[in-house]
């Protein structure tokens, strides 16, 4: 386990998922100002980038970066949360050059806006760039608790209060039931 | 340097125009596509030509974009199945694993063994199928005409098996969430075992034919230098990434089904040219035949699908989960989030395709235009998975 | 007026220029499905087989077929250069037919210079490419025929080397010079004399016709269809004539110059001369039908590094032997 590749860097959330079920070996929530040098970081780790999907949910649109690695299975998701009525997160494209296109899909689906890509026109929807098709109605969004899993959370900035137990009847800190991933 | 045509002199669309805006000195700009011989599928490249050499290219994707991701928001999960094989037609039966072990993996799932060899045998088949098909592409994007044919002709004896057991020749919905939907009709294992000693039979035919033909090794050799760091920073995978030295298989770095108790070789080439990657999916079909060889002696009795298995309008638990498989292409990822409801509540799909491709812009500066074609054919797209 | 017409060299003219069409027309109609065939046989398929038995009049509703197409300018296109660019390439293969000796006296014409000839009228068919390239108004089309000039150009200057020594072997820059001085057996052939001028020659005669490997001009997967892009109907099937019209040329004059022509072990006579070239015409489409394209920088290194100063390495050779014996 890299678990001083995000050393110094400010985790919002890092957790250990169940592997089995959910196929991740590491879960951690990050600021968007914090997502480049996290992605230096996974670069320089031998870690290549998987893909970068959103997530539409009531709180707000969560951007799922996954990287994974060449010579075992280390499946690493880190998010971003992009508020709805601003959905704006760094690039990451200078350093993993495969993001720039993941970045100009989303973009299409959800209408986050990438700061820093170098070629932000939609890349599989028409070019007038008003559809938004993985966008939810009010109504049929849910919370990021129903679906996002953490397992054993391993550290929880204080200002994260999504998955605090009062929040969430899933989150289990420093829970030792949970094994090691 | 500004162009000097007008705003209305410059026709093409959006895609070009802007192409056109930073245009280099004495280049022509050149589309290739979205319906060209070469471009499998409708891919668009806008090149920036010298003479012969590409100054810069970009891919126009889009083309054959259908929304997939948006269709499994008002499907069932069973009912979402089938457009699985459609996200990549020729190596459906692994697209189908991808979202049925995404599926099982949330909903805790056990398959039985039989199913799992089931599994592996259609997989296989459909891989060496998908091979044999882009082999023959590959050669008739080079100017040879007759190993398309010689392709064709080995792939109906796999269409043909395929068949006797899914129903389909191409896009298979043939797994389900627990299983496989039906189990093999008698005479299946006979065929595979005939078929395994003639196509091994061809191998050698069409290493001397092509592998070894000088025209074809001066196309290949050296085209396309893709180092390892590249591949890791656009993600590319499968033949691509193990034409570039590293031997990284999701059967081997991610074991699912019954792959663990099977014993195979990773093909790997470190020349990280095209004849790198050719000849890591030529040595492949070869490993594919390894593995159903010891598939079909293998495969024990019993069901083909688990009891209690999903029925229509079944109820995930809510969720994620992430599984991946091994394609003919690379690596195909399903993310599968469920908010508990028959429905997915969001799907993607990883497409092995979208990240080698990724790749081209990079990759086809300063080549000469048919060594880009060359390039395209040794990357092995199709298009309907890069655009989904 | 009438003495000039009733002239019997006149005469003779005319009617070898009518039986050289009919000659062309007839072959064009053989080769196209002869490749077809030999295509379908090589792909392990059995090739045209539904018009007439075992496909025998498919040629004649191609032909139909594409004489029914409709004919356009595209938006844009020169229109003279447009129209003009097959009718050239294919009329202007036509003299090429008039020094070649197809029998003991079938020579529509004997020059004494019947190679010159041949050698200035092939240039032609570049200038219809280079017509046809730039005025469809179309990039593809423009690349074709850049290509298309690059390399006929390179390749005409082995093409010319390999036949100039073997016309300092027979003494003579005509054709039916060249034959008679062969004899009937092979090992009296000038192929025996010049393996090296003939293996340059023939892939000469490839690149020169635009044949594969060395089809780059209509590079089919790369260029979409190269030069002929915008062309259809009769103007594609003129090109294409001109194609299979061109490639009968290089094979008769690789017959009378480096195969004995007419002359045959037993019964000397045009059939013989017909035999061997339609063995190689078989060569030439045996190759397309195997082999992948070369790429065109390859193209020009084949030529430039290895063919060009091979020929001439045999040109000073033939030229040393021939004056000292």
């Not at chain 2, 340097?1 to 245009?23: A, V």
């Not at chain 2, 045998?121 to 398309?148: K, Q, V």
């Not at chain 3, 979409?224 to 103007?235: D, I, P, V, W």
């Not at chain 3, 594609?236 to 008769?252: D, K, R």
Request: aromatic residues 10%.
């Amino acid at each position: 386990m890299s678990n001083d590749l995000f050393d110094g860097l400010s985790l919002l959330q890092d957790a250990r998922p169940d592997a089995i079920s959910t196929g991740l070996a590491r879960d951690l929530f990050l600021a968007p100002e914090n997502i480049i040098e996290a992605a230096r970081r996974l670069l320089v780790a031998d870690f290549h980038l998987e893909d970068i999907s959103g997530l539409d949910t009531a709180e707000a649109i969560l951007v799922n970066y996954h990287f994974n690695r060449f010579d075992r299975d280390e499946r690493m998701a880190l998010r971003v949360i992009a508020p709805h009525h601003c959905p704006s997160v760094p690039s990451i494209a200078a350093i993993y050059g495969g993001a720039e296109w993941h970045e100009r899909e989303l973009s299409d689906f959800f209408g986050v806006v990438f700061q820093g890509n170098p070629n932000p026109v939609p890349l599989l929807l028409a070019e007038t760039g008003v559809e938004t098709p993985l966008l939810k109605s009010e109504k049929d969004r849910i919370s990021i608790k129903t679906v996002i899993r953490p397992g054993r959370i391993v550290h929880q900035d204080s200002s994260f209060t999504l998955f605090t137990p009062e929040n969430s009847s899933d989150a289990r800190p420093a829970d030792t039931k949970e094994a090691e991933a | 340097m500004k162009h000097i045509l007008s705003q209305e002199q410059i026709c093409g669309d959006f895609y070009s125009r802007r192409f056109e805006e930073n245009r280099e000195e004495e280049t022509l700009i050149l589309n290739m596509g979205p319906q060209h011989p070469s471009t499998h599928g409708v891919l668009r490249v806008i090149l920036s030509l010298d003479g012969e050499y590409i100054m810069r290219a970009e891919p126009v994707l889009g083309y054959l974009h259908r929304m997939h991701e948006a269709m499994a928001e008002h499907r069932t999960y069973l009912t979402y199945l089938p457009n699985m094989g459609r996200v990549d037609y020729l190596h459906a039966v692994a697209w189908n694993w991808a979202y049925v072990g995404a599926v099982e993996r949330l909903g805790g799932i056990e398959v039985p063994t039989r199913a799992e060899y089931i599994r592996v045998i259609t997989c296989e088949l459909n891989r060496i199928s998908s091979h044999l098909l882009w082999w023959g592409a590959y050669l008739l994007d080079l100017g040879a005409f007759t190993p398309i044919m010689y392709a064709f002709d080995d792939r109906e004896l796999i269409l043909d098996i395929l068949q006797s057991v899914s129903g389909s020749r191409l896009t298979y919905s043939f797994l389900r969430p627990g299983g496989v939907a039906f189990d093999l009709p008698d005479a299946f294992l006979e065929e595979v075992r005939a078929f395994i000693p003639h196509l091994r039979s061809r191998l050698p035919m069409y290493k001397a034919l092509v592998t070894d033909n000088t025209i074809m090794r001066h196309r290949c050799e050296q085209v396309g230098d893709l180092p390892l760091e590249m591949c890791q920073r656009y993600g590319a995978t499968g033949p691509v990434v193990r034409g570039s030295g590293m031997a990284y298989d999701v059967r081997k770095a991610e074991p699912y089904g019954v792959y663990p108790q099977l014993d195979f070789q990773i093909p790997v080439e470190s020349t990280c040219d095209a004849m790198g990657r050719y000849l890591v999916r030529m040595a492949e079909l070869e490993q594919s035949l390894r593995i159903l060889e010891q598939a079909v002696e293998a495969i024990p009795a019993g069901d083909c699908l688990v009891k209690g298995a999903p029925k229509p309008r079944w109820k995930a638990p809510a969720g994620e989960s992430y599984f991946a498989v091994e394609g003919a292409r690379g690596k195909i990822g399903v993310h599968l989030v469920s908010d508990g409801s028959a429905t997915p509540y969001r799907c993607k799909l990883r497409a092995p395709g979208f990240s080698n491709l990724s790749l081209f812009a990079e990759l086809a500066q300063g080549t000469l235009l048919s060594d880009a074609v060359s390039i395209l054919g040794s990357l092995d797209l199709v298009i309907p998975e890069i655009d989904r | 007026m009438l003495k000039i017409i009733l002239n019997p060299e006149f005469l003779h003219l005319i009617l070898a220029a009518v039986a050289v069409m009919a000659f062309v027309a007839a072959n064009g109609l053989v080769l196209v499905y002869m490749e077809r065939k030999i295509a379908g046989h090589i792909q392990r398929r059995p090739g045209p087989y539904e018009v007439g038995w075992h496909g025998i009049l498919q040629p004649i509703v191609d032909a139909g077929k594409l004489i029914g197409k409709q004919l356009f300018t595209p938006d844009g296109a020169d229109g003279l250069l447009y129209w003009l660019a097959p009718i050239v390439s294919f009329v202007w293969v036509l003299p090429l037919f008039i020094p070649i000796p197809f029998g003991p006296k079938l020579i529509a014409y004997n020059m004494d210079l019947g190679i010159v000839l041949i050698l200035a009228f092939a240039g032609v068919n570049l200038l219809a490419l280079c017509m046809a390239g730039w005025g469809s108004n179309n990039k593809w089309s423009l690349l074709g025929a850049a290509r298309a000039v690059a390399q006929s150009v390179a390749y005409e200057i082995p093409l010319l080397l390999s036949i100039v020594a073997v016309a300092f072997t027979s003494g003579s820059l005509s054709l039916g010079t060249a034959v008679q001085q062969q004899g009937g057996w092979p090992w009296q052939w000038n192929i025996m004399v010049q393996p090296l001028a003939f293996l340059i020659y023939f892939i000469c005669a490839l690149a020169e016709t635009n044949r594969a490997p060395f089809d780059l001009p209509e590079a089919e997967s790369e260029l979409t269809a190269g030069f002929h892009t915008e062309y259809s109907g009769m103007t594609f099937g003129l090109f294409f004539l001109a194609e299979y019209a061109n490639m009968i040329v290089v094979c008769a004059v690789a017959t009378a110059l480096f195969l004995g022509g007419w002359q045959g072990p037993v019964f000397p006579g045009v059939w013989w001369f017909l035999a061997k070239m339609y063995i190689l015409l078989f060569i030439m489409i045996w190759l397309r039908w195997t082999y992948p394209r070369v790429r065109f920088d390859q193209l020009l290194n084949i030529n430039w590094k290895w063919l060009l100063p091979l020929s001439l390495a045999n040109l000073v050779m033939t030229a040393l032997l021939t004056k000292l014996f």
